[in-house]
């Protein structure tokens, strides 16, 4: 099942996404002959949840990685029983390409957990077949522009992110629409930010302007503080959401007695 | 009426259910999911003494409500929001018609709100007619998100829901509440969308479109349109009780709903029975924007405190 049908329907999920970051973890020379959950695991560390912005594994969504052979089974799991079924086949699908993609890997099996549409969703997965089919009366059409709209969102979060840090060093408001992103200092944040760009196909390079709207256009110093300001609510509102997310997930799936956290089987390997 | 530092509060809670989401009235694993998110959500985010046991939870008594609104929980007058939800369970979760019955024992505590879906075209637009004269409605929530047999959500700009906001207007049901939630249709879109009530506030300038959850997910959105359309409000449901878990968050949040809307058009709201009011209004009356956060948020004064 590896090289699974090139396109499954959903659109340029495949250019916004993962796959950017799916190179590193397909070795140039000999690939080794079985996949260990490791790399499974660093596989699925590129699947995003596209409004929260954050790797699937981070927040807690991997319930389980099993890897016999070349066949490797994956269990995932969401914070509420009616998250937004979208954004959960993105991340089904998702997952299923980049693991798919790993060398050795045979044959891949993702399953969402405890969730509305769950059994809609995984079968509309293993069958390649895009998120229409898998709904037939309800969506029309795939969800690229959806995957866009949050992407868009989480570049303007990451903007203000980036934004911010230079604030604190002293920098004044005015002067922020002058920099380009090679005079902000290194951080994980610009590091976020410029892979935000690219993948909206924004310019990344350390010579292109900090501030610029969502379609690349350098803000001039007289808009530069609406900019801001609306980009500091939307990383507000991504920042809250993530916050209910967390909460969620660790409610819905904590261990039961003292113990509390992620056991071993919710971090991944075989269980 | 609560009262603290000398400075006395009237509290209108803006949003409590008196529910039953018992497994008796569940119609399906959809409405055991429904109260078990609602659950996870009373038990993510509440103090642990405020935590309920579940039986408890899926259905409370009419002591309880009267109880924690009025005797502990410091509240003056409370508005019921009713939520059918009658494909999930077998006698509705929380319908008007409980609700008013309640509400008519307890004379001067509560404010009766209808409910209606485009869906019920004629026959629900005289539903709504003799739900208007018994309850005496002066508002109406409507749940975009609720399912109705293959239909798994309807929108403000739906031209029957047109129709519905046109009656509102004509039987003086001036407080429309929308809760903006999981949506589900159409799939493929923004599920938390909250572009129709764009759409409706601006056709419809006499009707006050109170958008529950002050639009979380999409704090952004929300803000953007209420800018621009003077008749929208937001209800701190949700929001609030992250005072008690996430309290920065929390400051993040009202500082921008402060500054996009001002202090007129934030309304408190406990989402009874998920939490109790008594823990958020007193951590509210007690609550500042921290230090390090004053620079980009002004400080929460008892004026703004008692608008909300």
Redesign the interface.
Known sequence: MTGHAPDRGLGNSRRAGPTASRETHRPATEPSPRPDPAAVRAALATVRDP?LDEPVTDLGFVAEIRVEGGEVSIRLRL?????????AYLMVADAYDVVSALPGVERVAVRLEDH??ASEINAGVAAGQG??AA?P???????A??RR??LR?AF?AATERVCAGVLRDGLSPDALAGLRLGDVPPSPDLDRLRRRRAELGLPDDPDARLLVDTDGRPLHRDEAAAHL??A???R??V???T??CR??I???YAPPGPRTGRTTRQVGGPA | MYTKDGERYFIVDGHVHFWDGSPANQANKYGEGFISCFYDYHRGLSPAEWVWPREKFERYSEDDLIHDLFEEGYVDRAIFLPTYLSDFYVNGFNTTAQNGAVAEKHPGKFIVNGAWDPRNGEPGLRRLEEDAARWNLKGVKLYTAEWKGDSKGWKLTDPWAQRYLEKCRELGITNIHVHKGPTIWPLNRDAFDVADVDDAATAFPELNFIVEHCGLPRLEDFCWIAVQEPNVYGGLAVALPFIHSRPRYFAQVIGELLYWLGEDRILFASDYAIWQPKWLVEMFVDFQIPEDLRGEYPELTPDVKRKA
């Open positions: 409004e914070p509420t029983y009616f998250c937004a079924p979208n954004f509305f549409a998120f229409a709904f009366a309800l969506a029309d059409g795939e969800l522009q959806v709209v949050f969102k303007l300001r609306f500091r609510v939307t507000v509102g920042d809250a959401n916050a209910l909460t969620l660790t409610t819905r």
